[in-house]
């Protein structure tokens, strides 16, 4: 299906945009699951725009929720750049406030999101960084997640190496 969306497209009525409409039915297990988050993020990038509109009413009805899965972030990273302006703006309104962005900062998965929502020119991205270094005096002791912490400026260093 991915390959069919990016090289096929997909006008209204076809077979593909049936066969689309059938896997948008599970979008919220599809976003979840370890495979079928490709799939959505193929809709994202090359589906209609009332697809992108299913896909994110399923992201709405539990954004946090999908910020700290595994693959539920990759599927709202990639949603956050190709969805609607709209939607872009509910998911900007309810993951861009400062308690928001502190918690997604703190999670081995939800990091990732923090990085992205940092890049977006709507966000204050020094005064939201200030704000979660003052509000998270330790990370917790996580090897998961150093990366993006790191190259957003959440974190000044790499952590230290377990002593066994």
């Not at 809709?43 to 509109?53: F, I, K, T």
């Not at 309104?93 to 900062?105: N, R």
Request: glycine content about 8%; hydrophobic content about 35%; aromatic content about 6%.
């Amino acid at each position: 299906l991915c390959r069919l969306l990016e090289f096929c497209g997909c006008q209204q009525g076809s077979s593909t945009d049936r066969l689309v409409a059938e896997v948008l039915k599970e979008t919220g297990n599809l976003c979840r699951h370890s495979y079928g988050h490709h799939v959505i993020q193929a809709v994202l990038e090359h589906g209609e725009a009332r697809h992108r509109r299913l896909v994110a009413a399923a992201l709405l009805s539990n954004l946090k929720g999908f910020a700290k899965h595994r693959s539920g972030s990759y599927v709202l990273e990639t949603a956050l750049s190709y969805c609607l302006p709209e939607d872009q703006a509910a998911m900007l309104g309810e993951l861009g406030s400062m308690e928001a962005l502190t918690e997604l900062a703190q999670d081995p998965y939800g990091c990732f999101v923090a990085r992205t929502l940092l890049q977006r020119p709507e966000i204050d991205s020094e005064a939201a960084k200030a704000c979660v270094k003052e509000r998270t005096w330790h990370f917790p002791d996580s090897r998961q997640g150093w990366r993006p912490r790191l190259e957003s400026g959440l974190i000044s260093r790499r952590p230290r190496e377990r002593e066994v």
